[in-house]
């Protein structure tokens, strides 16, 4: 590498815990490597805008802890935008980048990925507390998610076993249930619901009869955690949150006392745990080292335990959903 060269750095759609682990690591890495780091502002937006500042080791100390993002985040796409690919094209080259880092998340790395094939020299890191990145055991953020969800199972069950009742969690997950059936497992939840299982009319009377059956053997309370994304096929169109709407069904049929709460953005944010710092950290790491090599339309992913790389182009309009065998080890304690 000639010195001089700048590399670029984006995170586009919605901000998760370990972020900022990714960007101080790839930005420390690229340094040391004779880099010039350009962090762009809200994603693509601030790509496109030509709103960008330089990174250093300052900028980038003591922020390995820090949630969300240094460099702002959004959800636009420069390819609904007219001539988009163009424009991007057009940036990359009148900021005489190297190679471009993109954390994101499925619409994020679609985006880049059908930009490398227009020939836009780019890198991803998967990043989304929903898990659902094909082609990486685990994306930034997901674990820090399900520990803020296992904590809040955790103390729900303190008022369920108190007052007797079904207390429902809804996590998110739009269409893929990971959080769910990961905090679920870890927390000993009586019932997980998941968009990949829709619940039809059938399956809200099981759920129902095992919520009273587990009164009859005893059991005087019920945790069950549900994914936003969770389809209720005869109901659909009910307002309100879907485990809002799961719980009063559940109250109408059993006579239960049913709650429901919501965990919403509180899992998104703030402290990453160390696993996703690392992970953010590993991944910052070899994405650099994509870069330096040239390997450009490649993710840094984590697969079976190690840190590689794999096309961008396997996960553009992709979808990692739960797999049956994990959901099933998790239902082995439904009773
Ligand atoms: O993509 C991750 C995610 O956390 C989803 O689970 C959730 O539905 C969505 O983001 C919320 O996005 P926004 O912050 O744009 O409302």
């Not at 389809?231 to 709650?259: A, C, D, Q, Y």
């Not at 996703?276 to 335990?305: F, H, P, Q, S």
């Amino acid at each position: 590498m000639e010195t001089g060269q700048r590399i670029g750095i984006l995170t586009g759609g919605g901000d998760c815990p370990g972020l900022n682990a990714a960007i101080r690591a790839a930005t420390k890495i690229a340094l040391q490597s004779g880099y010039e780091v350009i962090g762009f502002r809200d994603g693509w937006k601030g790509f496109l805008e030509d709103n960008h500042e330089t990174l250093d080791s300052i900028k980038t100390s003591g922020i390995i802890d820090r949630g969300g993002t240094i460099l702002g985040t959004s959800r636009f796409s420069p390819l609904r935008t007219e001539n988009g690919a163009q424009l991007v094209l057009d940036r990359y080259k009148a900021m005489e980048l190297s190679g471009l880092i993109v954390l994101g998340g499925n619409g994020t790395l679609s985006i880049a990925g059908k930009l490398h094939r227009q020939g836009l020299p780019v890198i991803g890191i998967p990043k989304t507390i929903d898990n659902d990145v094909a082609g990486t055991d685990y994306s930034i953020g997901f674990q820090t998610a399900v520990q803020i969800a296992t904590d809040a199972l955790d103390r729900l069950r303190s008022t369920a076993e108190s007052h007797h009742r079904v207390m429902l969690l809804e996590v998110m997950g739009r269409r893929a249930g990971w959080i769910a059936v990961y905090a679920g497992l870890a927390s000993g939840a009586d019932a997980i619901l998941i968009p990949e299982i829709p619940l039809t009319g059938q399956k809200m009377d099981e759920l129902c009869q095992m919520v009273k059956g587990r009164k009859k053997k005893g059991k005087h309370f019920s945790i069950i955690v549900v994914a936003e994304g969770t389809r209720l096929v005869e109901n659909e169109g009910l307002p309100g949150l879907v485990g809002e709407t799961i719980g009063k069904i559940i109250e109408e049929k059993t006579g239960l006392e049913t709650r429901f709460s919501s965990l919403d953005y509180i899992q998104r944010g703030g402290t990453p745990v160390s696993y996703d710092r690392n992970l953010a950290t590993c991944l910052g790491i070899k994405a650099v080292e994509l870069v330096r090599e040239g390997k450009y339309g490649e993710m840094a992913v984590l697969r079976r335990n190690s840190i590689t790389s794999t096309p961008l182009e396997k996960t553009v309009d992709k979808e990692k959903t739960v797999t049956l065998n994990v959901y099933r080890m998790a239902a082995m304690f439904f009773s």
